[in-house]
C-alpha cells in the first residue's frame, strides 16, 4: 500500500494485521479503496508511488 510517501507492505501469510489495519491502509478518506489499486497475480498494489511500482515493474 502507498500511504502518501510511505510504503506499506503486508504479509498476509506470515504475519496477517488485524482486519481494521488493513482497511485503514487500503482505504482512502472517502471510504473507496485508494487508486490506482491492481491485482498481479495473488500481490496487490494499491495507491501510487513510483519507486514501489518501478520495483515492480522492472
Sequence with gaps: MAK???VLTF????DAPEL???AAA???PTGNLRAPAMRLG???LVGFH???YS???D
Excluded: V
Excluded at 504479509?11 to 506470515?14: S, T
Design 42 to 44: 495473488k500481490t496487490w
Design 50 to 52: 513510483a519507486d514501489a
Design 4 to 6: 502518501g510517501k510511505k
Design 20 to 22: 481494521d489495519e488493513l
Design 11 to 14: 504479509d498476509l501469510k506470515k
Design 26 to 28: 487500503m482505504l482512502g
Design 55 to 57: 520495483d515492480r515493474f
